[in-house]
Every structure is written in C-alpha cells, then in structure tokens.
C-alpha cells in the first residue's frame, strides 16, 4: 500500500472520530451553529431598524457578515480539541500505533472546515426564512460557497496552529477569541465608512472586510469589487499558508 494511500486512510480515520467527538459535545454545536443564528435573530429583528445600510434591506446587508461571523464562532472547540490531544497523551498514543502525523492536522481541518459549512448553510436558511432576497446566479452562488470554503480552510489551519502552540486547554480556547471580535470590527454589520476615525481605517484593512464584502457581492447579484475579491483570497490563502507552517512546525516540536 503506498504512502499516499495509507495518509489518506488515516485522515479518513481521524476525520470519523473527530465527528463523533463533535456529537457528543453539544455545547460545541451550539457555539458553531446556533449561536450565530441568535446573534442573527438579534442584531436583524432588535437592531436592524437603527442601521442606515444605504436604503436597502438590512437582512441583505447582515447575511454575508454573520456567514463570516459563523465561521469564527465555530473555532475554539477545534482549538480546545487540538490541544487536548497534545496534552493528554493522545498523539503518542498515534505514535505507537504507526498513525499518519499529518492525518491528525487534516482530520481536525477538515472536521472543522465541514462544521463551519454547515454554519453557513443554516445562516442562509434562516436568513430567507427572515426575508433575505437574492438576484445573484447560479454561477454567483457557487462563487460564494467557494469562498466560504476558503474562508473556513483558512480559518481551520489558524485555529489548529493556536491550539497546537497553546500550553493548556483554557488557553488554546482563549486564542480564538480575537477571531471572534474581528468580524464586529470590519462590515459585517454596518458600513465602513460609517465608523469613527481610526476604526474605519481598521476596518478598511483587515482581512474579514474583504471576505465579506466579496460574499455580499456574489450573494446579492452585484458583482464584488476586484480590490475586495483579491484582498479576500489574498488573506485567505496567506492565513492558509500561515496556519499550515505555524501547525506543522509546532506539531514537530510537541509530537
């Protein structure tokens, strides 16, 4: 059997019991998908109404942002779970059995990436079910899945590298945090050139606006800016590359 075969086996393997692991917390479940939609169901329902989003619907404005938002809630359960298996043994365990060492990282990424699609999904159905309309085509809305796909990607690598450098469970879930925030701070919710002096800047250039402003072009029918849609691939595939280095190298260390 050649190694490419066996890695695969053994990420499929991994894949398998980190699913099972995420169905037997449910308070994972909640943070990475219903969470979000309670978030969804506050800001479009209670203070949707005070938001000047240009005249247009503001459910429209909102969905793209809390698909970005739901990504980021989901992580700190893949960070707990990564470094969890650092520090209790489990990867030794691996080890011994003459397990894959990149399946560990790729079973987790994967798991997590899925997790964070299924978010997505339920956003958007919540969000028709709350009056979202869209013109965008076939072809805009297999754009967006694929940049949400990437955005997930991206996000998952990050997260494993935080909880494979994290020295305890509290602290790995803690890291994640940030990525929590970020999205509160670029469009998401309301217009950057609605904020403050200093915020705006902020939001104009970090890496979540150009996410969502891609996602809102594509879901909404209008075609994107090309300075957002090369900013959101640029940050996605640099945190990809970044996140896969950080966790690689620090697997190597602790493994």
Same mark, same amino acid.
């Given at each position: ?85 650092m ?8 080890k ?15 798991? %997590? ?59 790995a ?49 209008h %075609?994107?800016?090309t ?16 996140g ?9 260390k602790?493994?």
């Amino acid at each position: 059997m050649s190694t490419i075969t066996t890695s695969l086996g053994d990420s499929a393997i991994m894949l398998r019991r980190n699913f099972k692991h995420q169905g037997r917390n449910p308070s994972a479940v909640f943070q990475a998908v219903l969470l979000p939609i309670v978030i969804m169901c506050m800001f479009v329902l209670v203070f949707g109404g005070a938001f000047n989003v240009g005249g247009g619907s503001y459910i429209n404005y909102a969905v793209p942002g809390l698909i970005v938002m739901s990504i980021t809630y989901g992580l700190a359960p893949t960070a707990v779970a990564v470094n969890g298996d650092m520090t209790k043994g489990i990867i030794n365990r691996f080890k011994v059995m003459d397990v894959s060492r990149g399946a560990v990282l790729t079973g987790h990424v994967v798991a %997590t990436t899925v997790r964070c699609m299924l978010a997505c999904a339920a956003i958007v159905g919540v969000g028709f079910a709350m009056g979202f309309r869209t013109h965008a085509s076939f072809a805009d809305w297999l754009g967006a899945i694929g940049v949400m796909l990437l955005i997930g990607f991206a996000a998952s690598w990050l997260t494993v590298a935080m909880g494979l450098s994290a020295k305890t469970p509290e602290s790995a879930g803690m890291g994640s945090v940030p990525l929590n925030i970020l999205p509160f701070l670029s469009s998401a919710f309301v217009p950057a050139d609605s904020m403050g002096t200093g915020v705006k800047q902020f939001a104009e250039y970090q890496p979540f606006t150009p996410m969502t402003e891609t996602l809102r072009g594509l879901m909404t029918g209008h %075609t994107p800016s090309t300075g957002h849609v090369v900013g959101a691939f640029a940050w996605s595939i640099g945190l990809s590359v970044l996140g896969y280095v950080w966790a690689v190298s620090s697997f190597k260390k602790r493994a």
